[in-house]
């Protein structure tokens, strides 16, 4: 082994202190994960599109003469299933970057700083809520601008809605969750450069942006900036709104449009 450089020692010291945070409660971690389960929902397409599969589970063997000393299960379901990891690969426009699937992304851009956006209130007067870029700058003049690198995380408390009824929320017309305004977008993707987007609802798009222009715009303009998309995400009332850091990182499926994955938080005590 080289003699470690003054770097190293700093970078040791920092991981050594970080650790110690972590064991002695002055960093806690948050799981903003949803658990994995066949009643998780799915989502829904207007019904010309091919649907994707929930999960489930089959079991192989539990100490019995299927394997008498172990238990584990096969399991299935789509790629974009409960709390979940998108691709820039996911979407049309971001096809052809390089590096855009769950397996070659550098893995330095699955951690960064979170940016917690408060919209609890206005979506529980209003399902169809789009998050506007008015909106973030608000959230700006409060708590200082966005930096690059940045998980934006909304807080809807959507995931608090108990059953894939409650989180679908269909009515006639289709289903009614919030999202993110067309315009507003670009604004983070671009002007503020940010890792992606993160939200408590069943995908990052509002539930009736199949009708927008354009179609599902935050999956059209992220993906197309060669952004990410986290869903299904809870227990974002348990961060602040800055100083928290979150931990992404999808399964390497070579080629994948995305995965489901666990979403850590460290957030200071
Ligand atoms: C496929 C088509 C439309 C949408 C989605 C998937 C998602 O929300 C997703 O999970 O990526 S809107
Ligand atoms: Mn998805």
Redesign the pocket.
């Given at each position: 082994m080289s003699t470690p450089s003054p770097h190293t020692a700093a970078a040791a010291h920092t991981l050594a202190q970080l650790m110690g945070a972590i064991l002695k409660g002055g960093i806690r971690v948050v799981d903003l994960t949803a658990p994995l389960e066949p009643a998780t929902p799915t989502?829904q397409?207007p019904p010309q599109?091919r649907p994707?599969k929930p999960f489930s589970l089959e079991e192989i063997s539990r100490y019995d003469s299927r394997g008498p000393a172990w238990y584990w299960n096969n399991f299935a379901c789509g790629e974009?299933t409960g709390t979940?990891f998108?691709a820039p690969v996911?979407w049309v426009t971001g096809k052809d970057y390089p590096n855009n699937a769950t397996h070659n992304i550098p893995v330095e851009r699955f951690i960064g700083p979170a940016c917690v956006i408060d919209v609890a209130r206005q979506t529980t007067e209003d399902p169809d809520f789009l998050l506007t870029q008015a909106v973030v700058e608000d959230w700006e003049r409060r708590h200082g601008r966005i930096p690059a690198h940045a998980w934006v995380l909304v807080r809807t408390d959507w995931s608090k809605r108990s059953g894939a009824k409650a989180m679908l929320n269909i009515g006639p017309d289709g289903p009614h969750s919030p999202g993110f305004h067309p315009q507003c977008v670009p604004f983070l993707a671009r002007e503020r450069d940010i890792l992606g987007v993160g939200v408590e609802t069943?995908?990052?798009?509002a539930g009736q942006?199949?009708g927008f222009e354009p179609m599902?715009p935050c999956?059209t303009i992220m993906h197309g900036s060669n952004k990410f998309?986290l869903?299904s995400l809870m227990n974002l009332d348990q961060l602040p709104p800055t100083g928290a850091l979150v931990i992404a990182p999808p399964l390497k499926i070579v080629n994948g449009s995305?995965s489901p994955l666990r979403v850590l938080a460290l957030v200071p005590v």
């Open positions: 989502i397409l599109f994707s974009h979940h998108d996911h069943i995908g990052t798009d942006a199949a599902f999956h998309g869903a995305g």
